[in-house]
Antibody
Framework: EVQLVQSGAEVKKPGESLKISCKGSGYSFSTYWIGWVRQMPGKGLEWMGIIYPGDSNIRYSPSFQGQVTISADKSISTAYLQWSSLKASDTAMYYC???????????????WGQGTMVTVSS | DIQMTQSPSSLSASVGDRVTITCRASQSISTYLNWYQQKPGKAPDLLMSAAFSLQSGVPSRFSGSGSGTDFTLTIGSLQPEDVATYYCQQSYSTPFTFGPGTKVVI
């Protein structure tokens, strides 16, 4: 079964760092773009960026460039989203999702992780 | 960035009704348009890619059309399990922006 399993919920204080993960299984992890999507409480979906694990080619949304870092370790089939200094406005559900077809950047997300809730509060 | 808009933002319909949701892109995106369904507390599910390509397992009452800047998602006969928020997304150029969503209630 093809699936993405994300790390568990996090509660952090403003200014703290965080790295959440997304582990793929059941498919060739290196050959599918994986992306991250933010959903703030009660709000819509926001595309943050995508990474091709095969060569770590990354595309960021301008809205998130410099605010987060996307990375991947193909040896353990895991993608990451990290913050160096969290803000209260980073409180949201974060989803990872895989592109539908291999090696295709212009594509839809067909497999989604279960989401990781990040709460930033003092 | 390409901006995506959807209308209506919400709608109420009866079981069996035909429901149409519209999505518009701020520039031509050919048929690089995807539709997702998100039920409360769940991750989104891909309904349709490339404007009208129905994903495996998605009921045939869902259909998509359009190209260029204007697209529609149609639910041919609304069912209780279709209560959800529907999002369009362009995958023509990064960032692959989502529309604001359309909430469907019965």
């Amino acid at each position: 079964e093809v699936q993405l399993v994300q790390s568990g919920a996090e509660v952090k204080k403003p200014g703290e760092s965080l790295k959440i993960s997304c582990k793929g299984s059941g498919y060739s992890f290196s050959t599918y773009w994986i992306g991250w999507v933010r959903q703030m409480p009660g709000k819509g979906l926001e595309w943050m960026g995508i990474i091709y694990p095969g060569d770590s080619n990354i595309r960021y949304s301008p809205s998130f460039q410099g605010q987060v870092t996307i990375s991947a370790d193909k040896s353990i089939s895991t993608a990451y989203l990290q913050w160096s200094s969290l803000k209260a406005s980073d409180t949201a559900m974060y989803y990872c999702a895989r592109h539908l077809t291999p090696n295709n950047i212009v594509d839809a997300f067909d497999i989604w992780g279960q989401g990781t809730m990040v709460t930033v509060s003092s | 960035d390409i901006q995506m808009t959807q209308s209506p933002s919400s709608l109420s319909a009866s079981v069996g009704d035909r429901v149409t949701i519209t999505c518009r892109a701020s520039q031509s995106i050919s048929t690089y348009l995807n539709w997702y369904q998100q039920k409360p507390g769940k991750a989104p599910d891909l309904l349709m890619s490339a404007a009208f390509s129905l994903q495996s397992g998605v009921p045939s009452r869902f259909s998509g059309s359009g190209s260029g800047t204007d697209f529609t998602l149609t639910i041919g006969s609304l069912q209780p399990e279709d209560v959800a928020t529907y999002y369009c997304q362009q995958s023509y150029s990064t960032p692959f922006t989502f529309g604001p969503g359309t909430k469907v209630v019965i």
